[in-house]
């Protein structure tokens, strides 16, 4: 049970802050804030470069408060939209309590670990913790393997093992970075579990869906814009109307799929993870556009969000 907000800042044990999971993509980061919020406040896909905008997750336990802000990830820039993105993780990083490094139990340390482990020596700020993922891929003597090579990379303030789908040291991972936040009031009411509003979530979830099974070209080139929302008159349904933006006609092409069946399934698997957050009916029309080039066009960046 949670104690009334008076109490907690009369007891001054109530910690509360910002952290920041990092690492390459398909590490595991978006999984494991979801994991830890108990909700999906960020998509997840197979597909690297997911994640696009600094999503607050809001962690709430009786001893504090954890506001994890998910970022794209650290990547040698390409585009504007990456070169965009990139900034947006400095800065974000540059105002967290905890850094949170993660690195897959089932992979080696590579080069794209080593690129990041580098960056990270200039976020002064922030204490850096190694979350070692998805360990439970791997048997306890492999684990113990990778604990020990993920130490001698720098001096961490701490080193933990986790597995976010196998729902293993969540808590451990929680309370641990809780104890590193400062004493503070609680910063959130407990029912909020993300600063996202209900539009951008919809969005999210189109673009989830889309991205499943896509080739890895695309990914990249796929945008999710809502041109309006709301509830049907007399009726128990939310209507929803989104438009899906690729940069090539060909990409479109390939998002509708063969007399629509890929979209119809998009759609579908879209609905029931909206059905979800709305908790009510969907109805959910998606429109395929083409913005020829879009990372690289300031104007259509603004238009689409970024
Ligand atoms: P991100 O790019 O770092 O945000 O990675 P995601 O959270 O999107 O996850 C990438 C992939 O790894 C997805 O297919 C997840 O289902 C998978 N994944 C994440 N956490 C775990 C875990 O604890 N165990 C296993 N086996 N897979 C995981
Ligand atoms: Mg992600």
Same mark, same amino acid.
């Given at each position: 049970?949670?104690?009334?907000?008076?109490?907690?800042?009369?007891?001054?044990?109530?910690?509360?802050?910002?952290?920041?999971?990092?690492?390459?993509?398909?590490?595991?980061?978006?999984?494991?804030?979801?994991?830890?919020?108990?909700?999906?406040?960020?998509?997840?896909?197979?597909?690297?470069?997911?994640?696009?905008?600094?999503?607050?997750?809001?962690?709430?336990?009786?001893?504090?408060?954890?506001?994890?802000?998910?970022?794209?990830?650290?990547?040698?820039?390409?585009?504007?939209?990456?070169?965009?993105?990139?900034?947006?993780?400095?800065?974000?990083?540059?105002?967290?309590?905890?850094?949170?490094?993660?690195?897959?139990?089932?992979?080696?340390?590579?080069?794209?670990?080593?690129?990041?482990?580098?960056?990270?020596?200039?976020?002064?700020?922030?204490?850096? /913790?190694?979350?070692?993922?998805? @360990?439970? &891929?791997? $048997?306890?003597?492999?684990? !113990?393997?990778?604990?020990? *090579?993920?130490?001698?990379?720098?001096?961490?303030?701490?080193?933990?093992?986790?597995?976010?789908?196998?729902?293993?040291?969540?808590?451990?991972?929680?309370?641990?970075?809780?104890?590193?936040?400062?004493?503070?009031?609680?910063?959130?009411?407990?029912?909020?579990?993300?600063?996202?509003?209900?539009?951008?979530?919809?969005?999210?979830?189109?673009?989830?869906?889309?991205?499943?099974?896509?080739?890895?070209?695309?990914?990249?080139?796929?945008?999710?814009?809502?041109?309006?929302?709301?509830?049907?008159?007399?009726?128990?349904?939310?209507?929803?109307?989104?438009?899906?933006?690729?940069?090539?006609?060909?990409?479109?092409?390939? /998002?509708?799929?063969?007399?629509? @069946?890929? &979209?119809? $399934?998009?759609?579908?698997? !879209?609905?029931?993870?909206? *059905?979800?957050?709305?908790?009510?009916?969907?109805?959910?029309?998606?429109?395929?556009?083409?913005?020829?080039?879009?990372?690289?066009?300031?104007?259509?960046?603004?238009?689409?969000?970024?």
């Amino acid at each position: 049970m949670r104690l009334p907000h008076l109490v907690q800042q009369m007891t001054k044990d109530y910690r509360a802050g910002f952290v920041s999971f990092v690492g390459r993509p398909n590490v595991g980061k978006s999984t494991l804030t979801n994991a830890l919020v108990g909700e999906k406040v960020a998509i997840t896909s197979s597909k690297p470069q997911t994640t696009r905008r600094a999503i607050r997750g809001i962690v709430h336990r009786d001893s504090g408060q954890l506001i994890v802000v998910d970022t794209p990830g650290l990547h040698r820039p390409r585009t504007l939209l990456g070169q965009r993105l990139n900034d947006l993780v400095e800065s974000t990083l540059s105002d967290v309590d905890v850094i949170g490094f993660c690195l897959p139990a089932n992979e080696k340390i590579g080069p794209g670990d080593m690129f990041i482990n580098e960056q990270l020596g200039q976020f002064r700020r922030a204490k850096l /913790i190694a979350i070692v993922t998805k @360990s439970e &891929l791997v $048997d306890k003597k492999l684990l !113990a393997e990778k604990l020990l *090579e993920v130490q001698k990379i720098r001096d961490w303030h701490a080193i933990i093992p986790v597995s976010a789908l196998g729902n293993q040291q969540l808590e451990q991972l929680s309370e641990l970075l809780i104890s590193e936040m400062p004493f503070s009031e609680q910063l959130y009411p407990d029912e909020i579990t993300t600063e996202e509003t209900l539009e951008m979530r919809i969005c999210e979830l189109v673009r989830e869906a889309a991205l499943e099974g896509v080739r890895d070209e695309l990914p990249h080139s796929l945008a999710v814009t809502l041109d309006e929302m709301g509830p049907r008159e007399g009726k128990n349904l939310f209507d929803i109307h989104v438009n899906v933006w690729v940069e090539r006609d060909s990409q479109k092409a390939i /998002i509708i799929g063969h007399r629509g @069946s890929r &979209l119809s $399934d998009v759609g579908r698997r !879209a609905r029931l993870e909206i *059905e979800k957050l709305v908790k009510q009916p969907v109805f959910l029309s998606i429109r395929v556009k083409v913005a020829p080039d879009w990372q690289r066009d300031p104007k259509q960046l603004g238009r689409l969000g970024f």
